[in-house]
T-cell receptor, first 118, second 113 residues
Framework: EAGVAQSPRYKIIEKRQSVAFWCNPISGHATLYWYQQILGQGPKLLIQFQNNGVVDDSQLPKDRFSAERLKGVDSTLKIQPAKLEDSAVYLC???FGRGRGVNTGELFFGEGSRLTVL | SQKIEQNSEALNIQEGKTATLTCNYTNYSPAYLQWYRQDPGRGPVFLLLIRENEKEKRKERLKVTFDTTLKQSLFHITASQPADSATYLCAPTSSSNTGKLIFGQGTTLQVKP
């Protein structure tokens, strides 16, 4: 079974430039998450989708970050303009997520996209 | 505000010993708690899930306990091996949310041969 696919694996940009990350979740998974993981810290949830609707984006810096999940499958996370403090690994995860109730299932993570902002 | 605390310092143990990692939480009433393993440069991988009505759960050499009175979960690896060296993340989850998973900062385990 194919896992969660993410690209690119690595990206280096100058501050104030823009960047986009792509995620393809496991087939059939309704819930998709984007996490930001800064070196030495645990993953921090940025946004959670249920199919193509946003369930939670309370931690997403909306002045510079945006995310979409068209057709309830693939998702793109964009940062524009990037700041030095955005240097992190951006992890995409998916789960079965039956409805908007309690999701007790495990999350399946991709390998992450490592962003360096210079 | 909700807070999750894991040992921030790395845990170094000798091969064959039992490793015990701690996850404490405050301002939380989690219905269940998940543990994940993360290797350098990789995404986290699910290990175990324990529900609030379960005191203990085992999977091969892994054992997880969940004490809702102490607001704590303990994660044990018995007969540890160098291959167990990784960062371990806990994620307590409330039943009142929409399945949002919030992680602790993780504890790095180093098992020496």
């Amino acid at each position: 079974e194919a896992g969660v696919a993410q690209s690119p694996r690595y990206k280096i940009i100058e501050k104030r430039q823009s960047v986009a990350f792509w995620c393809n979740p496991i087939s059939g998974h309704a819930t998709l998450y984007w996490y930001q993981q800064i070196l030495g810290q645990g993953p921090k949830l940025l946004i959670q989708f249920q199919n193509n609707g946003v369930v939670d984006d309370s931690q997403l810096p909306k002045d510079r970050f945006s995310a979409e999940r068209l057709k309830g499958v693939d998702s793109t996370l964009k940062i524009q303009p990037a700041k030095l403090e955005d240097s992190a690994v951006y992890l995409c995860a998916s789960s079965f997520g039956r409805g908007r109730g309690v999701n007790t299932g495990e999350l399946f993570f991709g390998e992450g996209s490592r962003l360096t902002v210079l | 505000s909700q807070k999750i605390e894991q040992n921030s310092e790395a845990l170094n143990i000798q091969e064959g010993k039992t490793a015990t990692l701690t996850c404490n939480y405050t301002n939380y009433s989690p219905a269940y708690l998940q543990w994940y393993r993360q290797d350098p440069g990789r995404g986290p991988v699910f290990l175990l899930l324990i529900r609030e009505n379960e005191k203990e759960k085992r999977k091969e050499r892994l054992k997880v306990t969940f004490d809702t009175t102490l607001k704590q979960s303990l994660f044990h690896i018995t007969a540890s091996q160098p291959a167990d060296s990784a960062t371990y993340l806990c994620a307590p989850t409330s039943s009142s949310n929409t399945g949002k998973l919030i992680f602790g900062q993780g504890t790095t385990l180093q098992v020496k041969p």
